[in-house]
């Protein structure tokens, strides 16, 4: 199957209603994001980078404009369509790791392969791989307790990769770790987009994690107010 990861957003808006008051977080955003980008997104709280990036990962829809993932109107499509878009296509790696705590590495791995038909002997055989790649071989059965913060973002890392998606969208990633382990997952995604050609999009309020983007896109106040080559 032909990898993608190609973005185009076009005046897109997103209002939100607080009773009879119409509150804009999105403000005519038009954007292109080429397949194989590494995105860094900025902005202080209630910038809209939040509000974007959901709107990038289907999980919210615009309220006006058009959004085209790999030539695809997604902005219109039904919940089912838009489930199916986020397993095929987007990975997601939180702040807080989202790993089930009674449940082993390669199990939480696995999650999202259950219900695209696999075998349990390929689900487990596509887990490993995926652990393997982001260096946790060997810990296929230890539960989240038994990890480090940076080892437990791995293997969020790893359950974002498993079903081969081509855009990895990953909010305030390192806001739960310490400098040296936040250094070394950014690492692991810079080896990602530059090895495997996957579209990284990383929202963050830090100046040095932004920076291991090769583009940066500023919010304020619901618009873009820079974007270009991030400069070191």
């Given at each position: 199957?032909?990898?993608?990861?190609?973005?185009?957003?076009?005046?897109?808006?997103?209002d939100y209603m607080l009773g009879e008051i119409r509150i804009p977080a999105i403000k005519r955003v038009s954007l292109t994001i080429e397949k194989g980008e590494?995105?860094?997104?900025?902005?202080?709280?209630?910038?809209?980078?939040?509000?974007?990036?959901?709107?990038?990962?289907c999980l919210d829809r615009p309220t006006s404009g058009r959004y085209l993932l790999d030539g695809a109107d997604v902005s219109s499509l039904?919940?089912?369509e838009l489930a199916e878009i986020r397993s095929k296509k987007i990975g997601f790696v939180?702040?807080?790791?989202?790993?089930?705590?009674?449940?082993?590495?390669l199990e939480n791995v696995e999650l999202p392969m259950l219900y695209n038909?696999?075998?349990a002997s390929e689900r487990k055989g596509r887990a490993a791989s995926a652990l393997k790649t982001v260096g946790l071989a060997?810990?296929?059965?230890?539960?989240?307790?038994?990890?480090?913060?940076?080892?437990?973002?791995?293997?969020?890392?790893?359950?974002?990769?498993?079903?081969?998606?081509?855009?990895?969208?990953?909010?305030e990633p390192t806001g739960n770790l310490d400098t040296k382990t936040g250094v070394e997952i950014m690492e692991l995604f810079v080896r990602l987009n530059t090895e495997a050609s996957?579209?990284?999009?990383?929202?963050?309020?830090?100046?040095?994690?932004?920076?291991?983007g090769k583009r940066e896109i500023r919010f304020l106040d619901g618009a873009v107010v820079s974007d270009g080559p991030h400069t070191l």
């Open positions: 199957m032909l990898r993608a990861g190609h973005i185009v957003v076009e005046d897109v808006a997103k590494f995105i860094s997104i900025m902005g202080p709280s209630g910038s809209g980078k939040s509000t974007f990036m959901n709107i990038l990962g039904k919940k089912d939180f702040q807080g790791f989202n790993l089930l705590s009674r449940t082993t590495a038909g696999l075998s060997g810990r296929e059965g230890h539960h989240p307790n038994q990890l480090s913060g940076g080892q437990q973002q791995r293997v969020a890392i790893a359950r974002a990769l498993v079903n081969n998606a081509p855009i990895i969208l990953a909010d996957i579209t990284v999009i990383l929202v963050t309020h830090e100046p040095d994690i932004s920076k291991f």
